[in-house]
């Protein structure tokens, strides 16, 4: 078991940048607390990788956070959410240290969906991996039963966007691609999830072949609520966290690659380490 850190800042990982846009809306919110932000870029993508790999790699990153002082880590990704955070919660925590805390994106999301959708009929943008794990359908089932669930696999939109091609014409023909797919399979959706946090980046894109009744659910600010709400709940927690409005970006890549691309994300200038 690890010892105590009494004060540190809150982690936020992601397996590459994605996590940026979840970490940007949490800034907006909670701009007083510090934060680091892990991105692995080095084994990125992990939407295609097994259940196993993303356990692992997740885990590693957890354990990471933690050595740097993290008592709470923010898995601002919705694969690691779908294959690896019920295991860390209930597996490693207890033996890692019970008093710090892992949390995920995907049930936030899903818990506001109640409020949003008119008809209960819900698609899901997201990688095959977490369309596979299907960690949305059971946790959309687990509150609202009478609800429909249905997915989308996008493989190709995380690239898109990490190529910064999301303006060009190969973007048009996917996103019209796989938003025909998702209405065919289930025309009476009403309300759609992006269940990547990539794909806030092509948010026009998508509105521009999304039929207008649909409303569109984007992740950053919902989880940032979230964990206000979480914070304001449980204060032996929120007394842990530093408060210097600090962010320290690091990743397992290229720093000045990353640099480049993490400015598109957070629509300033980055600094990253290498870990």
Not at 2 to 23: A, E, H
Request: net charge negative.
């Amino acid at each position: 078991m690890q010892t105590l850190d009494l004060n540190g800042p809150i982690g936020v990982f992601d397996s590459g940048y994605g996590g940026l846009t979840i970490l940007r809306g949490i800034r907006r919110l909670l701009p007083q607390y510090d934060y680091i932000y892990l991105g692995d870029n080095a084994r990125a993508p992990y939407g295609n990788r097994s259940f196993d790999i993303v356990y692992r790699f997740t885990l590693e990153a957890v354990n990471e956070l933690f050595a740097r002082g993290c008592p709470l880590v923010i898995l601002a990704c919705n694969t690691a959410s779908a294959k690896a955070l019920r295991s860390i919660q209930q597996r490693d925590l207890p033996e890692i240290d019970p008093t710090r805390r892992v949390l995920g994106v995907i049930r936030p999301t899903v818990e506001v969906l109640g409020k949003l959708s008119s008809g209960g009929h819900i698609g899901v943008f997201a990688t095959p991996g977490t369309i596979a794990s299907e960690s949305y359908n059971i946790e959309i089932a687990k509150l609202y039963p009478h609800f429909t669930t249905t997915g989308q696999a996008c493989p190709m939109w995380v690239p898109l966007v990490e190529n910064e091609e999301a303006a060009g014409p190969g973007a048009d023909y996917f996103v019209q691609k796989y938003i025909t797919s998702l209405l065919q399979a289930d025309p009476q959706i009403d309300t759609v999830v992006l269940g990547c946090t990539h794909y806030p980046l092509i948010l026009d894109k998508i509105r521009q072949y999304m039929p207008p009744h649909i409303g569109i659910v984007e992740q950053g600010n919902i989880v940032a609520s979230s964990l206000a709400d979480y914070l304001q709940r449980h204060p032996e927690m929120e007394s842990r966290l530093t408060r210097g409005g600090a962010v320290e970006y690091l990743t397992t890549e290229n720093p000045e690659k990353f640099n480049h691309l993490a400015r598109m994300f957070m629509n300033c200038d980055v600094s990253a380490s290498r870990l």
